[in-house]
Nanobody, 119 residues
Framework: VELVESGGGLVQAGGSLRLSCAASGRTFSSYAMGWFRQAPGKEREFVAAINWRFGSTYYADSVKGRFTISRDNAKNTVYLQMNSLKPEDTAVYYC?????????????WGKGTLVTVSS
């Protein structure tokens, strides 16, 4: 099983980025796919998740209204559209796969992609 993130980079505050996570190695139709992030010196935290089959979504309060998670079933890819970025969004963003959209447990992790938001 492999989750490969892409799309990270440097952006100014107020800008936008779109992260992608390409999944391979198994069928994820019974899974939820999501994103976590870890800022320097902080614990990894949940950002957003989507149920692969039904498309239901779940967001952390800190990103509601700014971030949107979506999926392309044909491409086995999950996206995280990040708008109105803030310096506090700076972190390594990890793609994750788990059995529930609330992600109480993660079965698979990607290696992460760095997002840096400058003020």
């Amino acid at each position: 099983v492999e989750l490969v993130e892409s799309g990270g980079g440097l952006v100014q505050a107020g800008g936008s980025l779109r992260l992608s996570c390409a999944a391979s190695g198994r069928t994820f139709s019974s899974y939820a796919m999501g994103w976590f992030r870890q800022a320097p010196g902080k614990e990894r935290e949940f950002v957003a998740a989507i149920n692969w089959r039904f498309g239901s979504t779940y967001y952390a309060d800190s990103v509601k209204g700014r971030f949107t998670i979506s999926r392309d079933n044909a491409k086995n890819t999950v996206y995280l559209q990040m708008n109105s970025l803030k310096p506090e969004d700076t972190a390594v963003y990890y793609c994750a796969a788990g059995k529930s959209v609330t992600m109480p447990r993660v079965d698979y992790w990607g290696k992460g992609t760095l997002v840096t938001v400058s003020s």
